[in-house]
């Protein structure tokens, strides 16, 4: 029998920066036609090891074979002249271009201008309604509702994710890397791309895929490589190991629990929502969150759940109804009186509107709640640091150092950063949006763990989350939406995913 020549090989694989060691002798091997799973904790060195074979990323020891031959990749445009495509996590779109414009950034449709200005035919047009038509018959084939002449920048995260899948399919030749790239999507949207996955393993593609959520990659995984502080210490057939066994490879540790036991007891409403609206992207919006309650909020992309949270807090304001806080009304339209009155919201979108990728940890984290570090009129350094330094430690946030600058963290801890702003802020109600998005199962439950506790103090929360399981664990009460209006409610303990699914898909016709 001869050897199958895999698709991918990547032969000790090393890199640091500034010093810190983020991967050592790393090997992975991938066939064409499969799925293979790469999963570890936050920080563990994924992204950095597909960005090196995407050519961002230069190694500093190692080598890389596709089907077979040496090649070096020293810049994104040899990999994908050697067949390799890669999904960014943190989506690398031009937010100024068109969806059409994107896909095909680099490869677009050319005419020749014609006439006498053109004499060898060597003047090219770029042939904009060629373009819009073939981004139109993908998006079309690929299921995913999106306008090729839409602007990415004014997208939602998840249609923005729609256009970096897109795009990255029409690149890959032999090996597609996918970064989380469900992070965004929900379920209906995953369903679409495992579709896009097994035609992809059909067309002999080598597939690495990178996600937190195990149920996901139950679905599709072929094979699996487990990184550990940048050291691969598992590789087998999926299902191999239990995911008891898997998580313990990838923590170092047992975890009990992904969802805590809460005792909180439920108090007055501190939340109240009347009648809010902004037609037509919301409307008639009512429901409210007692102190000690967790309700999640449940729906499809495009549902309006983020427009609602960002209503309620004030950034972009709502057009009908009232929120009030604790029984006062809040003005409505500025974010900073309802922070002021102890309302906290997490961004779905980290990267646009959370965080202020140049400052260090400790300022991030502490940015919502400056007014506890001033004495004299003056910011106290060491208070900064200090309650950075509980939030690092509580979350296990790395490299755990209050001065790291938090573009540079691994996605997952940019997550855990955020969420620390919040919980230093003491707030008394707190809006979260995709609060574990990227985060790994052992810091989830961590978070989780915080959420409880803030709910046992006293709180009121509310989850906004496209993971079901998630939503089931955590929440008492759910509440659905559906084009843009609460359609249902429903206990946590008493519904399943199927009834959730129901509620939230939208009529045809
Ligand atoms: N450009 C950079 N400069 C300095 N350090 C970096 C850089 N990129 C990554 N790192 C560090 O390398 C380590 C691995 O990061 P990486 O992004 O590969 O993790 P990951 O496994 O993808 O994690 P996550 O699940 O959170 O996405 C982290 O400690 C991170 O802080
Ligand atoms: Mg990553």
Same mark, same amino acid.
């Given at each position: 029998?001869?050897?199958m020549?895999?698709?991918?090989?990547?032969?000790?694989i090393?890199?640091?920066?500034?010093?810190?060691?983020?991967?050592?002798?790393?090997?992975?091997?991938?066939?064409?036609?499969?799925?293979?799973?790469?999963?570890?904790?936050?920080?563990?060195?994924k992204?950095?090891?597909?960005?090196?074979?995407?050519?961002?990323?230069?190694?500093?020891?190692?080598?890389?074979l596709?089907?077979?031959?040496?090649?070096?990749?020293?810049?994104?445009?040899?990999?994908?002249?050697?067949?390799?495509?890669?999904?960014?996590?943190?989506?690398?779109?031009?937010?100024?271009?068109?969806?059409?414009?994107?896909?095909?950034?680099?490869?677009?449709?050319?005419r020749?201008?014609?006439?006498?200005?053109?004499?060898?035919?060597?003047?090219?047009?770029?042939?904009?309604?060629?373009?819009?038509?073939?981004?139109?018959?993908?998006?079309d084939?690929?299921?995913?509702?999106?306008?090729?002449?839409?602007? !990415? =920048?004014?997208?939602?995260? @998840?249609?923005?994710?729609?256009? &970096?899948?897109?795009? +990255? /399919?029409?690149? %890959?030749?032999?090996?597609?890397?996918?970064?989380?790239p469900?992070?965004?999507?929900?379920?209906?949207?995953?369903?679409?791309?495992?579709?896009?996955?097994r035609?992809?393993?059909?067309?002999?593609?080598?597939?690495?895929?990178?996600?937190?959520?195990l149920?996901?990659?139950?679905?599709?995984?072929?094979?699996?490589?487990?990184?550990?502080?940048?050291?691969?210490?598992?590789?087998?057939?999926?299902?191999?190991?239990?995911?008891?066994?898997?998580?313990?490879?990838?923590?170092?540790?047992?975890?009990?629990?992904?969802?805590?036991?809460?005792?909180?007891?439920?108090?007055?409403?501190?939340?109240?929502?009347?009648?809010?609206?902004?037609?037509?992207?919301?409307e008639?919006?009512?429901?409210?969150?007692?102190?000690?309650?967790? !309700? =999640?909020?449940?729906?499809? @992309?495009?549902?309006?759940?983020? &427009?609602?949270?960002? +209503? /309620?807090?004030? %950034?972009?304001?709502?057009?009908e109804?009232?929120?009030?806080?604790?029984?006062?009304?809040?003005?409505?339209?500025?974010?900073?009186?309802?922070?002021?009155?102890?309302?906290?919201?997490?961004?779905?979108?980290?990267?646009?509107?959370?965080?202020?990728?140049?400052?260090?940890?400790?300022?991030?984290?502490?940015?919502?709640?400056?007014?506890?570090?001033?004495?004299?009129a003056?910011i106290?350094?060491?208070?900064?640091?200090?309650?950075?330094?509980?939030?690092?430690?509580?979350?296990?946030?790395?490299?755990?150092?209050?001065?790291?600058?938090?573009?540079?963290?691994?996605?997952?801890?940019?997550?855990?950063?955020?969420?620390?702003?919040?919980?230093?802020?003491?707030?008394?109600?707190?809006?979260?949006?995709?609060?574990?998005?990227?985060?790994?199962?052992?810091?989830?439950?961590?978070?989780?763990? &915080?959420i409880?506790?803030?709910?046992?103090?006293?709180?009121?929360?509310?989850?906004?989350?496209?993971?079901?399981?998630?939503l089931?664990?955590?929440?008492?009460?759910?509440?659905?939406?559906?084009?843009?209006?609460?359609?249902?409610?429903?206990?946590?303990?008493?519904?399943?995913?199927?009834?959730?699914?129901?509620?939230?898909?939208?009529?045809?016709?």
């Amino acid at each position: 029998m001869t050897e199958m020549i895999p698709a991918l090989e990547m032969r000790g694989i090393g890199k640091s920066f500034a010093g810190n060691q983020v991967l050592s002798g790393v090997n992975l091997v991938a066939q064409s036609g499969e799925v293979h799973a790469l999963v570890g904790e936050n920080g563990a060195g994924k992204s950095t090891l597909m960005k090196i074979l995407s050519g961002v990323h230069a190694p500093d020891a190692g080598e890389i074979l596709i089907d077979g031959e040496k090649r070096e990749l020293t810049r994104p445009a040899e990999a994908i002249a050697a067949g390799v495509a890669m999904i960014y996590q943190e989506l690398s779109l031009a937010p100024h271009l068109t969806v059409a414009e994107n896909i095909f950034l680099g490869r677009e449709p050319l005419r020749s201008v014609g006439g006498a200005f053109d004499l060898n035919g060597l003047l090219k047009w770029i042939d904009r309604r060629e373009l819009e038509q073939r981004a139109k018959r993908l998006l079309d084939d690929y299921g995913f509702r999106l306008n090729p002449r839409a602007i !990415v =920048g004014r997208l939602s995260a @998840a249609d923005r994710q729609l256009v &970096e899948i897109t795009r +990255a /399919i029409v690149e %890959a030749k032999r090996v597609i890397v996918m970064d989380e790239p469900t992070s965004s999507l929900t379920s209906q949207e995953v369903e679409e791309l495992f579709r896009l996955i097994r035609d992809l393993k059909a067309r002999g593609l080598a597939i690495i895929y990178i996600s937190h959520r195990l149920e996901e990659l139950e679905a599709i995984a072929n094979r699996m490589t487990i990184l550990r502080d940048g050291i691969a210490v598992y590789t087998g057939n999926w299902g191999e190991i239990t995911t008891d066994e898997m998580i313990r490879h990838m923590a170092g540790r047992e975890l009990k629990e992904i969802f805590p036991p809460r005792q909180a007891t439920v108090g007055d409403i501190r939340l109240k929502v009347t009648g809010l609206g902004r037609p037509p992207v919301f409307e008639k919006i009512d429901f409210e969150v007692r102190a000690g309650e967790v !309700v =999640g909020i449940a729906g499809l @992309a495009g549902a309006g759940r983020t &427009e609602v949270a960002e +209503a /309620i807090f004030g %950034a972009d304001p709502a057009t009908e109804g009232r929120v009030e806080l604790d029984g006062v009304r809040l003005s409505g339209n500025q974010p900073g009186d309802a922070i002021g009155r102890g309302m906290g919201l997490l961004t779905e979108d980290r990267k646009r509107t959370g965080l202020c990728l140049n400052l260090p940890l400790a300022t991030n984290i502490t940015l919502a709640n400056v007014g506890a570090l001033l004495k004299r009129a003056t910011i106290q350094t060491k208070l900064e640091t200090g309650a950075a330094e509980r939030y690092i430690r509580k979350l296990n946030i790395r490299p755990p150092s209050p001065r790291a600058l938090v573009g540079r963290l691994s996605g997952g801890n940019q997550q855990k950063s955020l969420l620390g702003r919040w919980l230093f802020a003491d707030s008394k109600v707190f809006l979260l949006d995709e609060p574990t998005r990227g985060v790994d199962v052992a810091a989830r439950s961590e978070i989780y763990r &915080e959420i409880n506790e803030l709910a046992e103090n006293g709180a009121a929360i509310v989850m906004i989350s496209s993971d079901l399981p998630e939503l089931l664990g955590m929440a008492d009460r759910i509440l659905i939406m559906r084009r843009g209006r609460m359609v249902a409610e429903v206990l946590a303990r008493e519904t399943t995913q199927e009834e959730i699914l129901r509620h939230a898909a939208v009529e045809e016709g």
